[in-house]
Structures are given as structure tokens and as C-alpha cells.
T-cell receptor, first 113, second 116 residues
């Protein structure tokens, strides 16, 4: 089983739609969680961290469910500029391990005019 | 401007011809890492470094070498490239993990390597 799993999509949604992505992780001891955004042929960039209490940044809402080991990203009122691949990223806590982040393979979103 | 730079950005080479991809960051970050990205597989870590002269293997280290002689530089070396190393490579840096566990990674622009 992959450490971090995402639905690869693609998700094709009309402008203004609300879209949600889920991501599951296998290590129950994982400490921190993030969503990164990657535009086509560009480097990944941090979109937002995911806090236990859930957090919101404008049109974006991230939630964490530790019991079920998944995180989610909700995008409201989607814009054409939201078209990108969204990477779920987990910081697994492994005793003796110094590696920092494990990346999911990404969910591709295309917002259509 | 705070950034991570990689060179070259694009490279086409032939099997067996040694090459080096350079990575440099100007943010005084302790942690640096190399990833490769392949369709359907996402980002996979090749090697990482927690600080100068401290390097360790990631998930897919075979066929690669790294060195960390200076804090700002973390070159990736392919001693004898093979076609299965054709990929998009990213270098990243961050501060070392603090007690909060928050450690945003800053990525370079990527190097697209083709090995014929």
C-alpha cells in the first residue's frame, strides 16, 4: 500500500463549481500534513498546511481526519487559474528517520470556462 | 530573492556519459533534497541532506550520488546514466524540522533529463 494515496483524476469542473479532493495516508503516527500545488511543468509550491482543527484560506478549506487517516481539500467558486495538479503531502514520523515529506502522486484539476 | 536554482534546466545525453545537475539555495537552509517525478508515480525522493557533509538515501537512490560540501550546494551526480533515469528532477530545500513539524520545502524549477 502506498504511504500517501490520491485519486489521480482528472477532475474537469466548470468555473464557479465546488470541488473536493481526498487523500489517505497509511502511517497513523504522521505528524503534519500539507497541500502543494503544481502547475504544468513547474515546481510544486506550498498551497496550505492542514491543521487538526481544519483551516481555511480564502476559497480553500483543508481538513484532517486522524481517525480515518485522510485529509481533504475543498475549493469553492473555482477559477480558471485553479487548474493545476494538487499534491497531498505528509510528514511521516518514523523513529530514527530524518526524511521529511512523502508526496502523493497528485490529483489533476482542470477548470473549464 | 530567496530561491533554489538548478542547472541545467534541460539535458539530453547518452547512456553512460557522466553528468552532474547542480542545485543551489540562498536561504541558508540546512535541509536539501533531490526528487524525481515520473507520470503516475509522483515525486520520489532520491537523496537528502540534513546539513553539510550529512547525506542519506531516499526511496530511489540507485544510480545516483550526491555531495554536500557547502551548505548552499547539493549537486546530483549520475555516474553512468541509463534510459530509466529519464525523468524530471527537482531539488528542494527547507529548514530542518522544528518541534512543530512544519517544514515547507522550496523547490527549484526542475531539470528535464533525457537519456538516450
Amino acid at each position: 500500500r502506498k504511504e500517501v494515496e490520491q485519486d489521480p483524476g482528472p477532475f474537469n469542473v466548470p468555473e464557479g463549481a465546488t470541488v473536493a479532493f481526498n487523500c489517505t495516508y497509511s502511517n497513523s503516527a504522521s505528524q503534519s500534513f500539507f497541500w502543494y500545488r503544481q502547475d504544468c511543468r513547474k515546481e510544486p509550491k506550498l498551497l496550505m498546511s492542514v491543521y487538526s482543527s481544519g483551516n481555511e484560506d480564502g476559497r480553500f478549506t483543508a481538513q484532517l481526519n486522524r481517525a480515518s487517516q485522510y485529509i481533504s481539500l475543498l475549493i469553492r467558486d473555482s477559477k480558471l487559474s485553479d487548474s493545476a495538479t494538487y499534491l497531498c503531502v505528509v510528514n511521516p514520523h518514523r523513529a530514527g528517520s530524518a526524511r521529511q515529506l512523502t508526496f502523493g502522486s497528485g490529483t489533476q484539476l482542470t477548470v473549464l470556462p | 530573492e530567496a530561491q533554489v536554482t538548478q542547472n541545467p534546466r534541460y539535458l539530453i545525453t547518452v547512456t553512460g556519459k557522466k553528468l552532474t545537475v547542480t542545485c543551489s539555495q540562498n536561504m541558508n537552509h540546512e535541509y536539501m533534497s533531490w526528487y524525481r517525478q515520473d507520470p503516475g508515480l509522483g515525486l520520489r525522493q532520491i537523496y537528502y541532506s540534513m546539513n553539510v557533509e550529512v547525506t542519506d538515501k531516499g526511496d530511489v537512490p540507485e544510480g545516483y550520488k550526491v555531495s554536500r560540501k557547502e551548505k548552499r550546494n547539493f549537486p546530483l551526480i549520475l555516474e553512468s546514466p541509463s534510459p530509466n533515469q529519464t525523468s524530471l528532477y527537482f531539488c528542494a530545500s527547507s529548514t530542518n524540522q522544528g518541534t512543530s513539524g512544519y517544514n515547507e520545502q522550496f523547490f527549484g524549477p526542475g531539470t528535464r533529463l533525457t537519456v538516450l
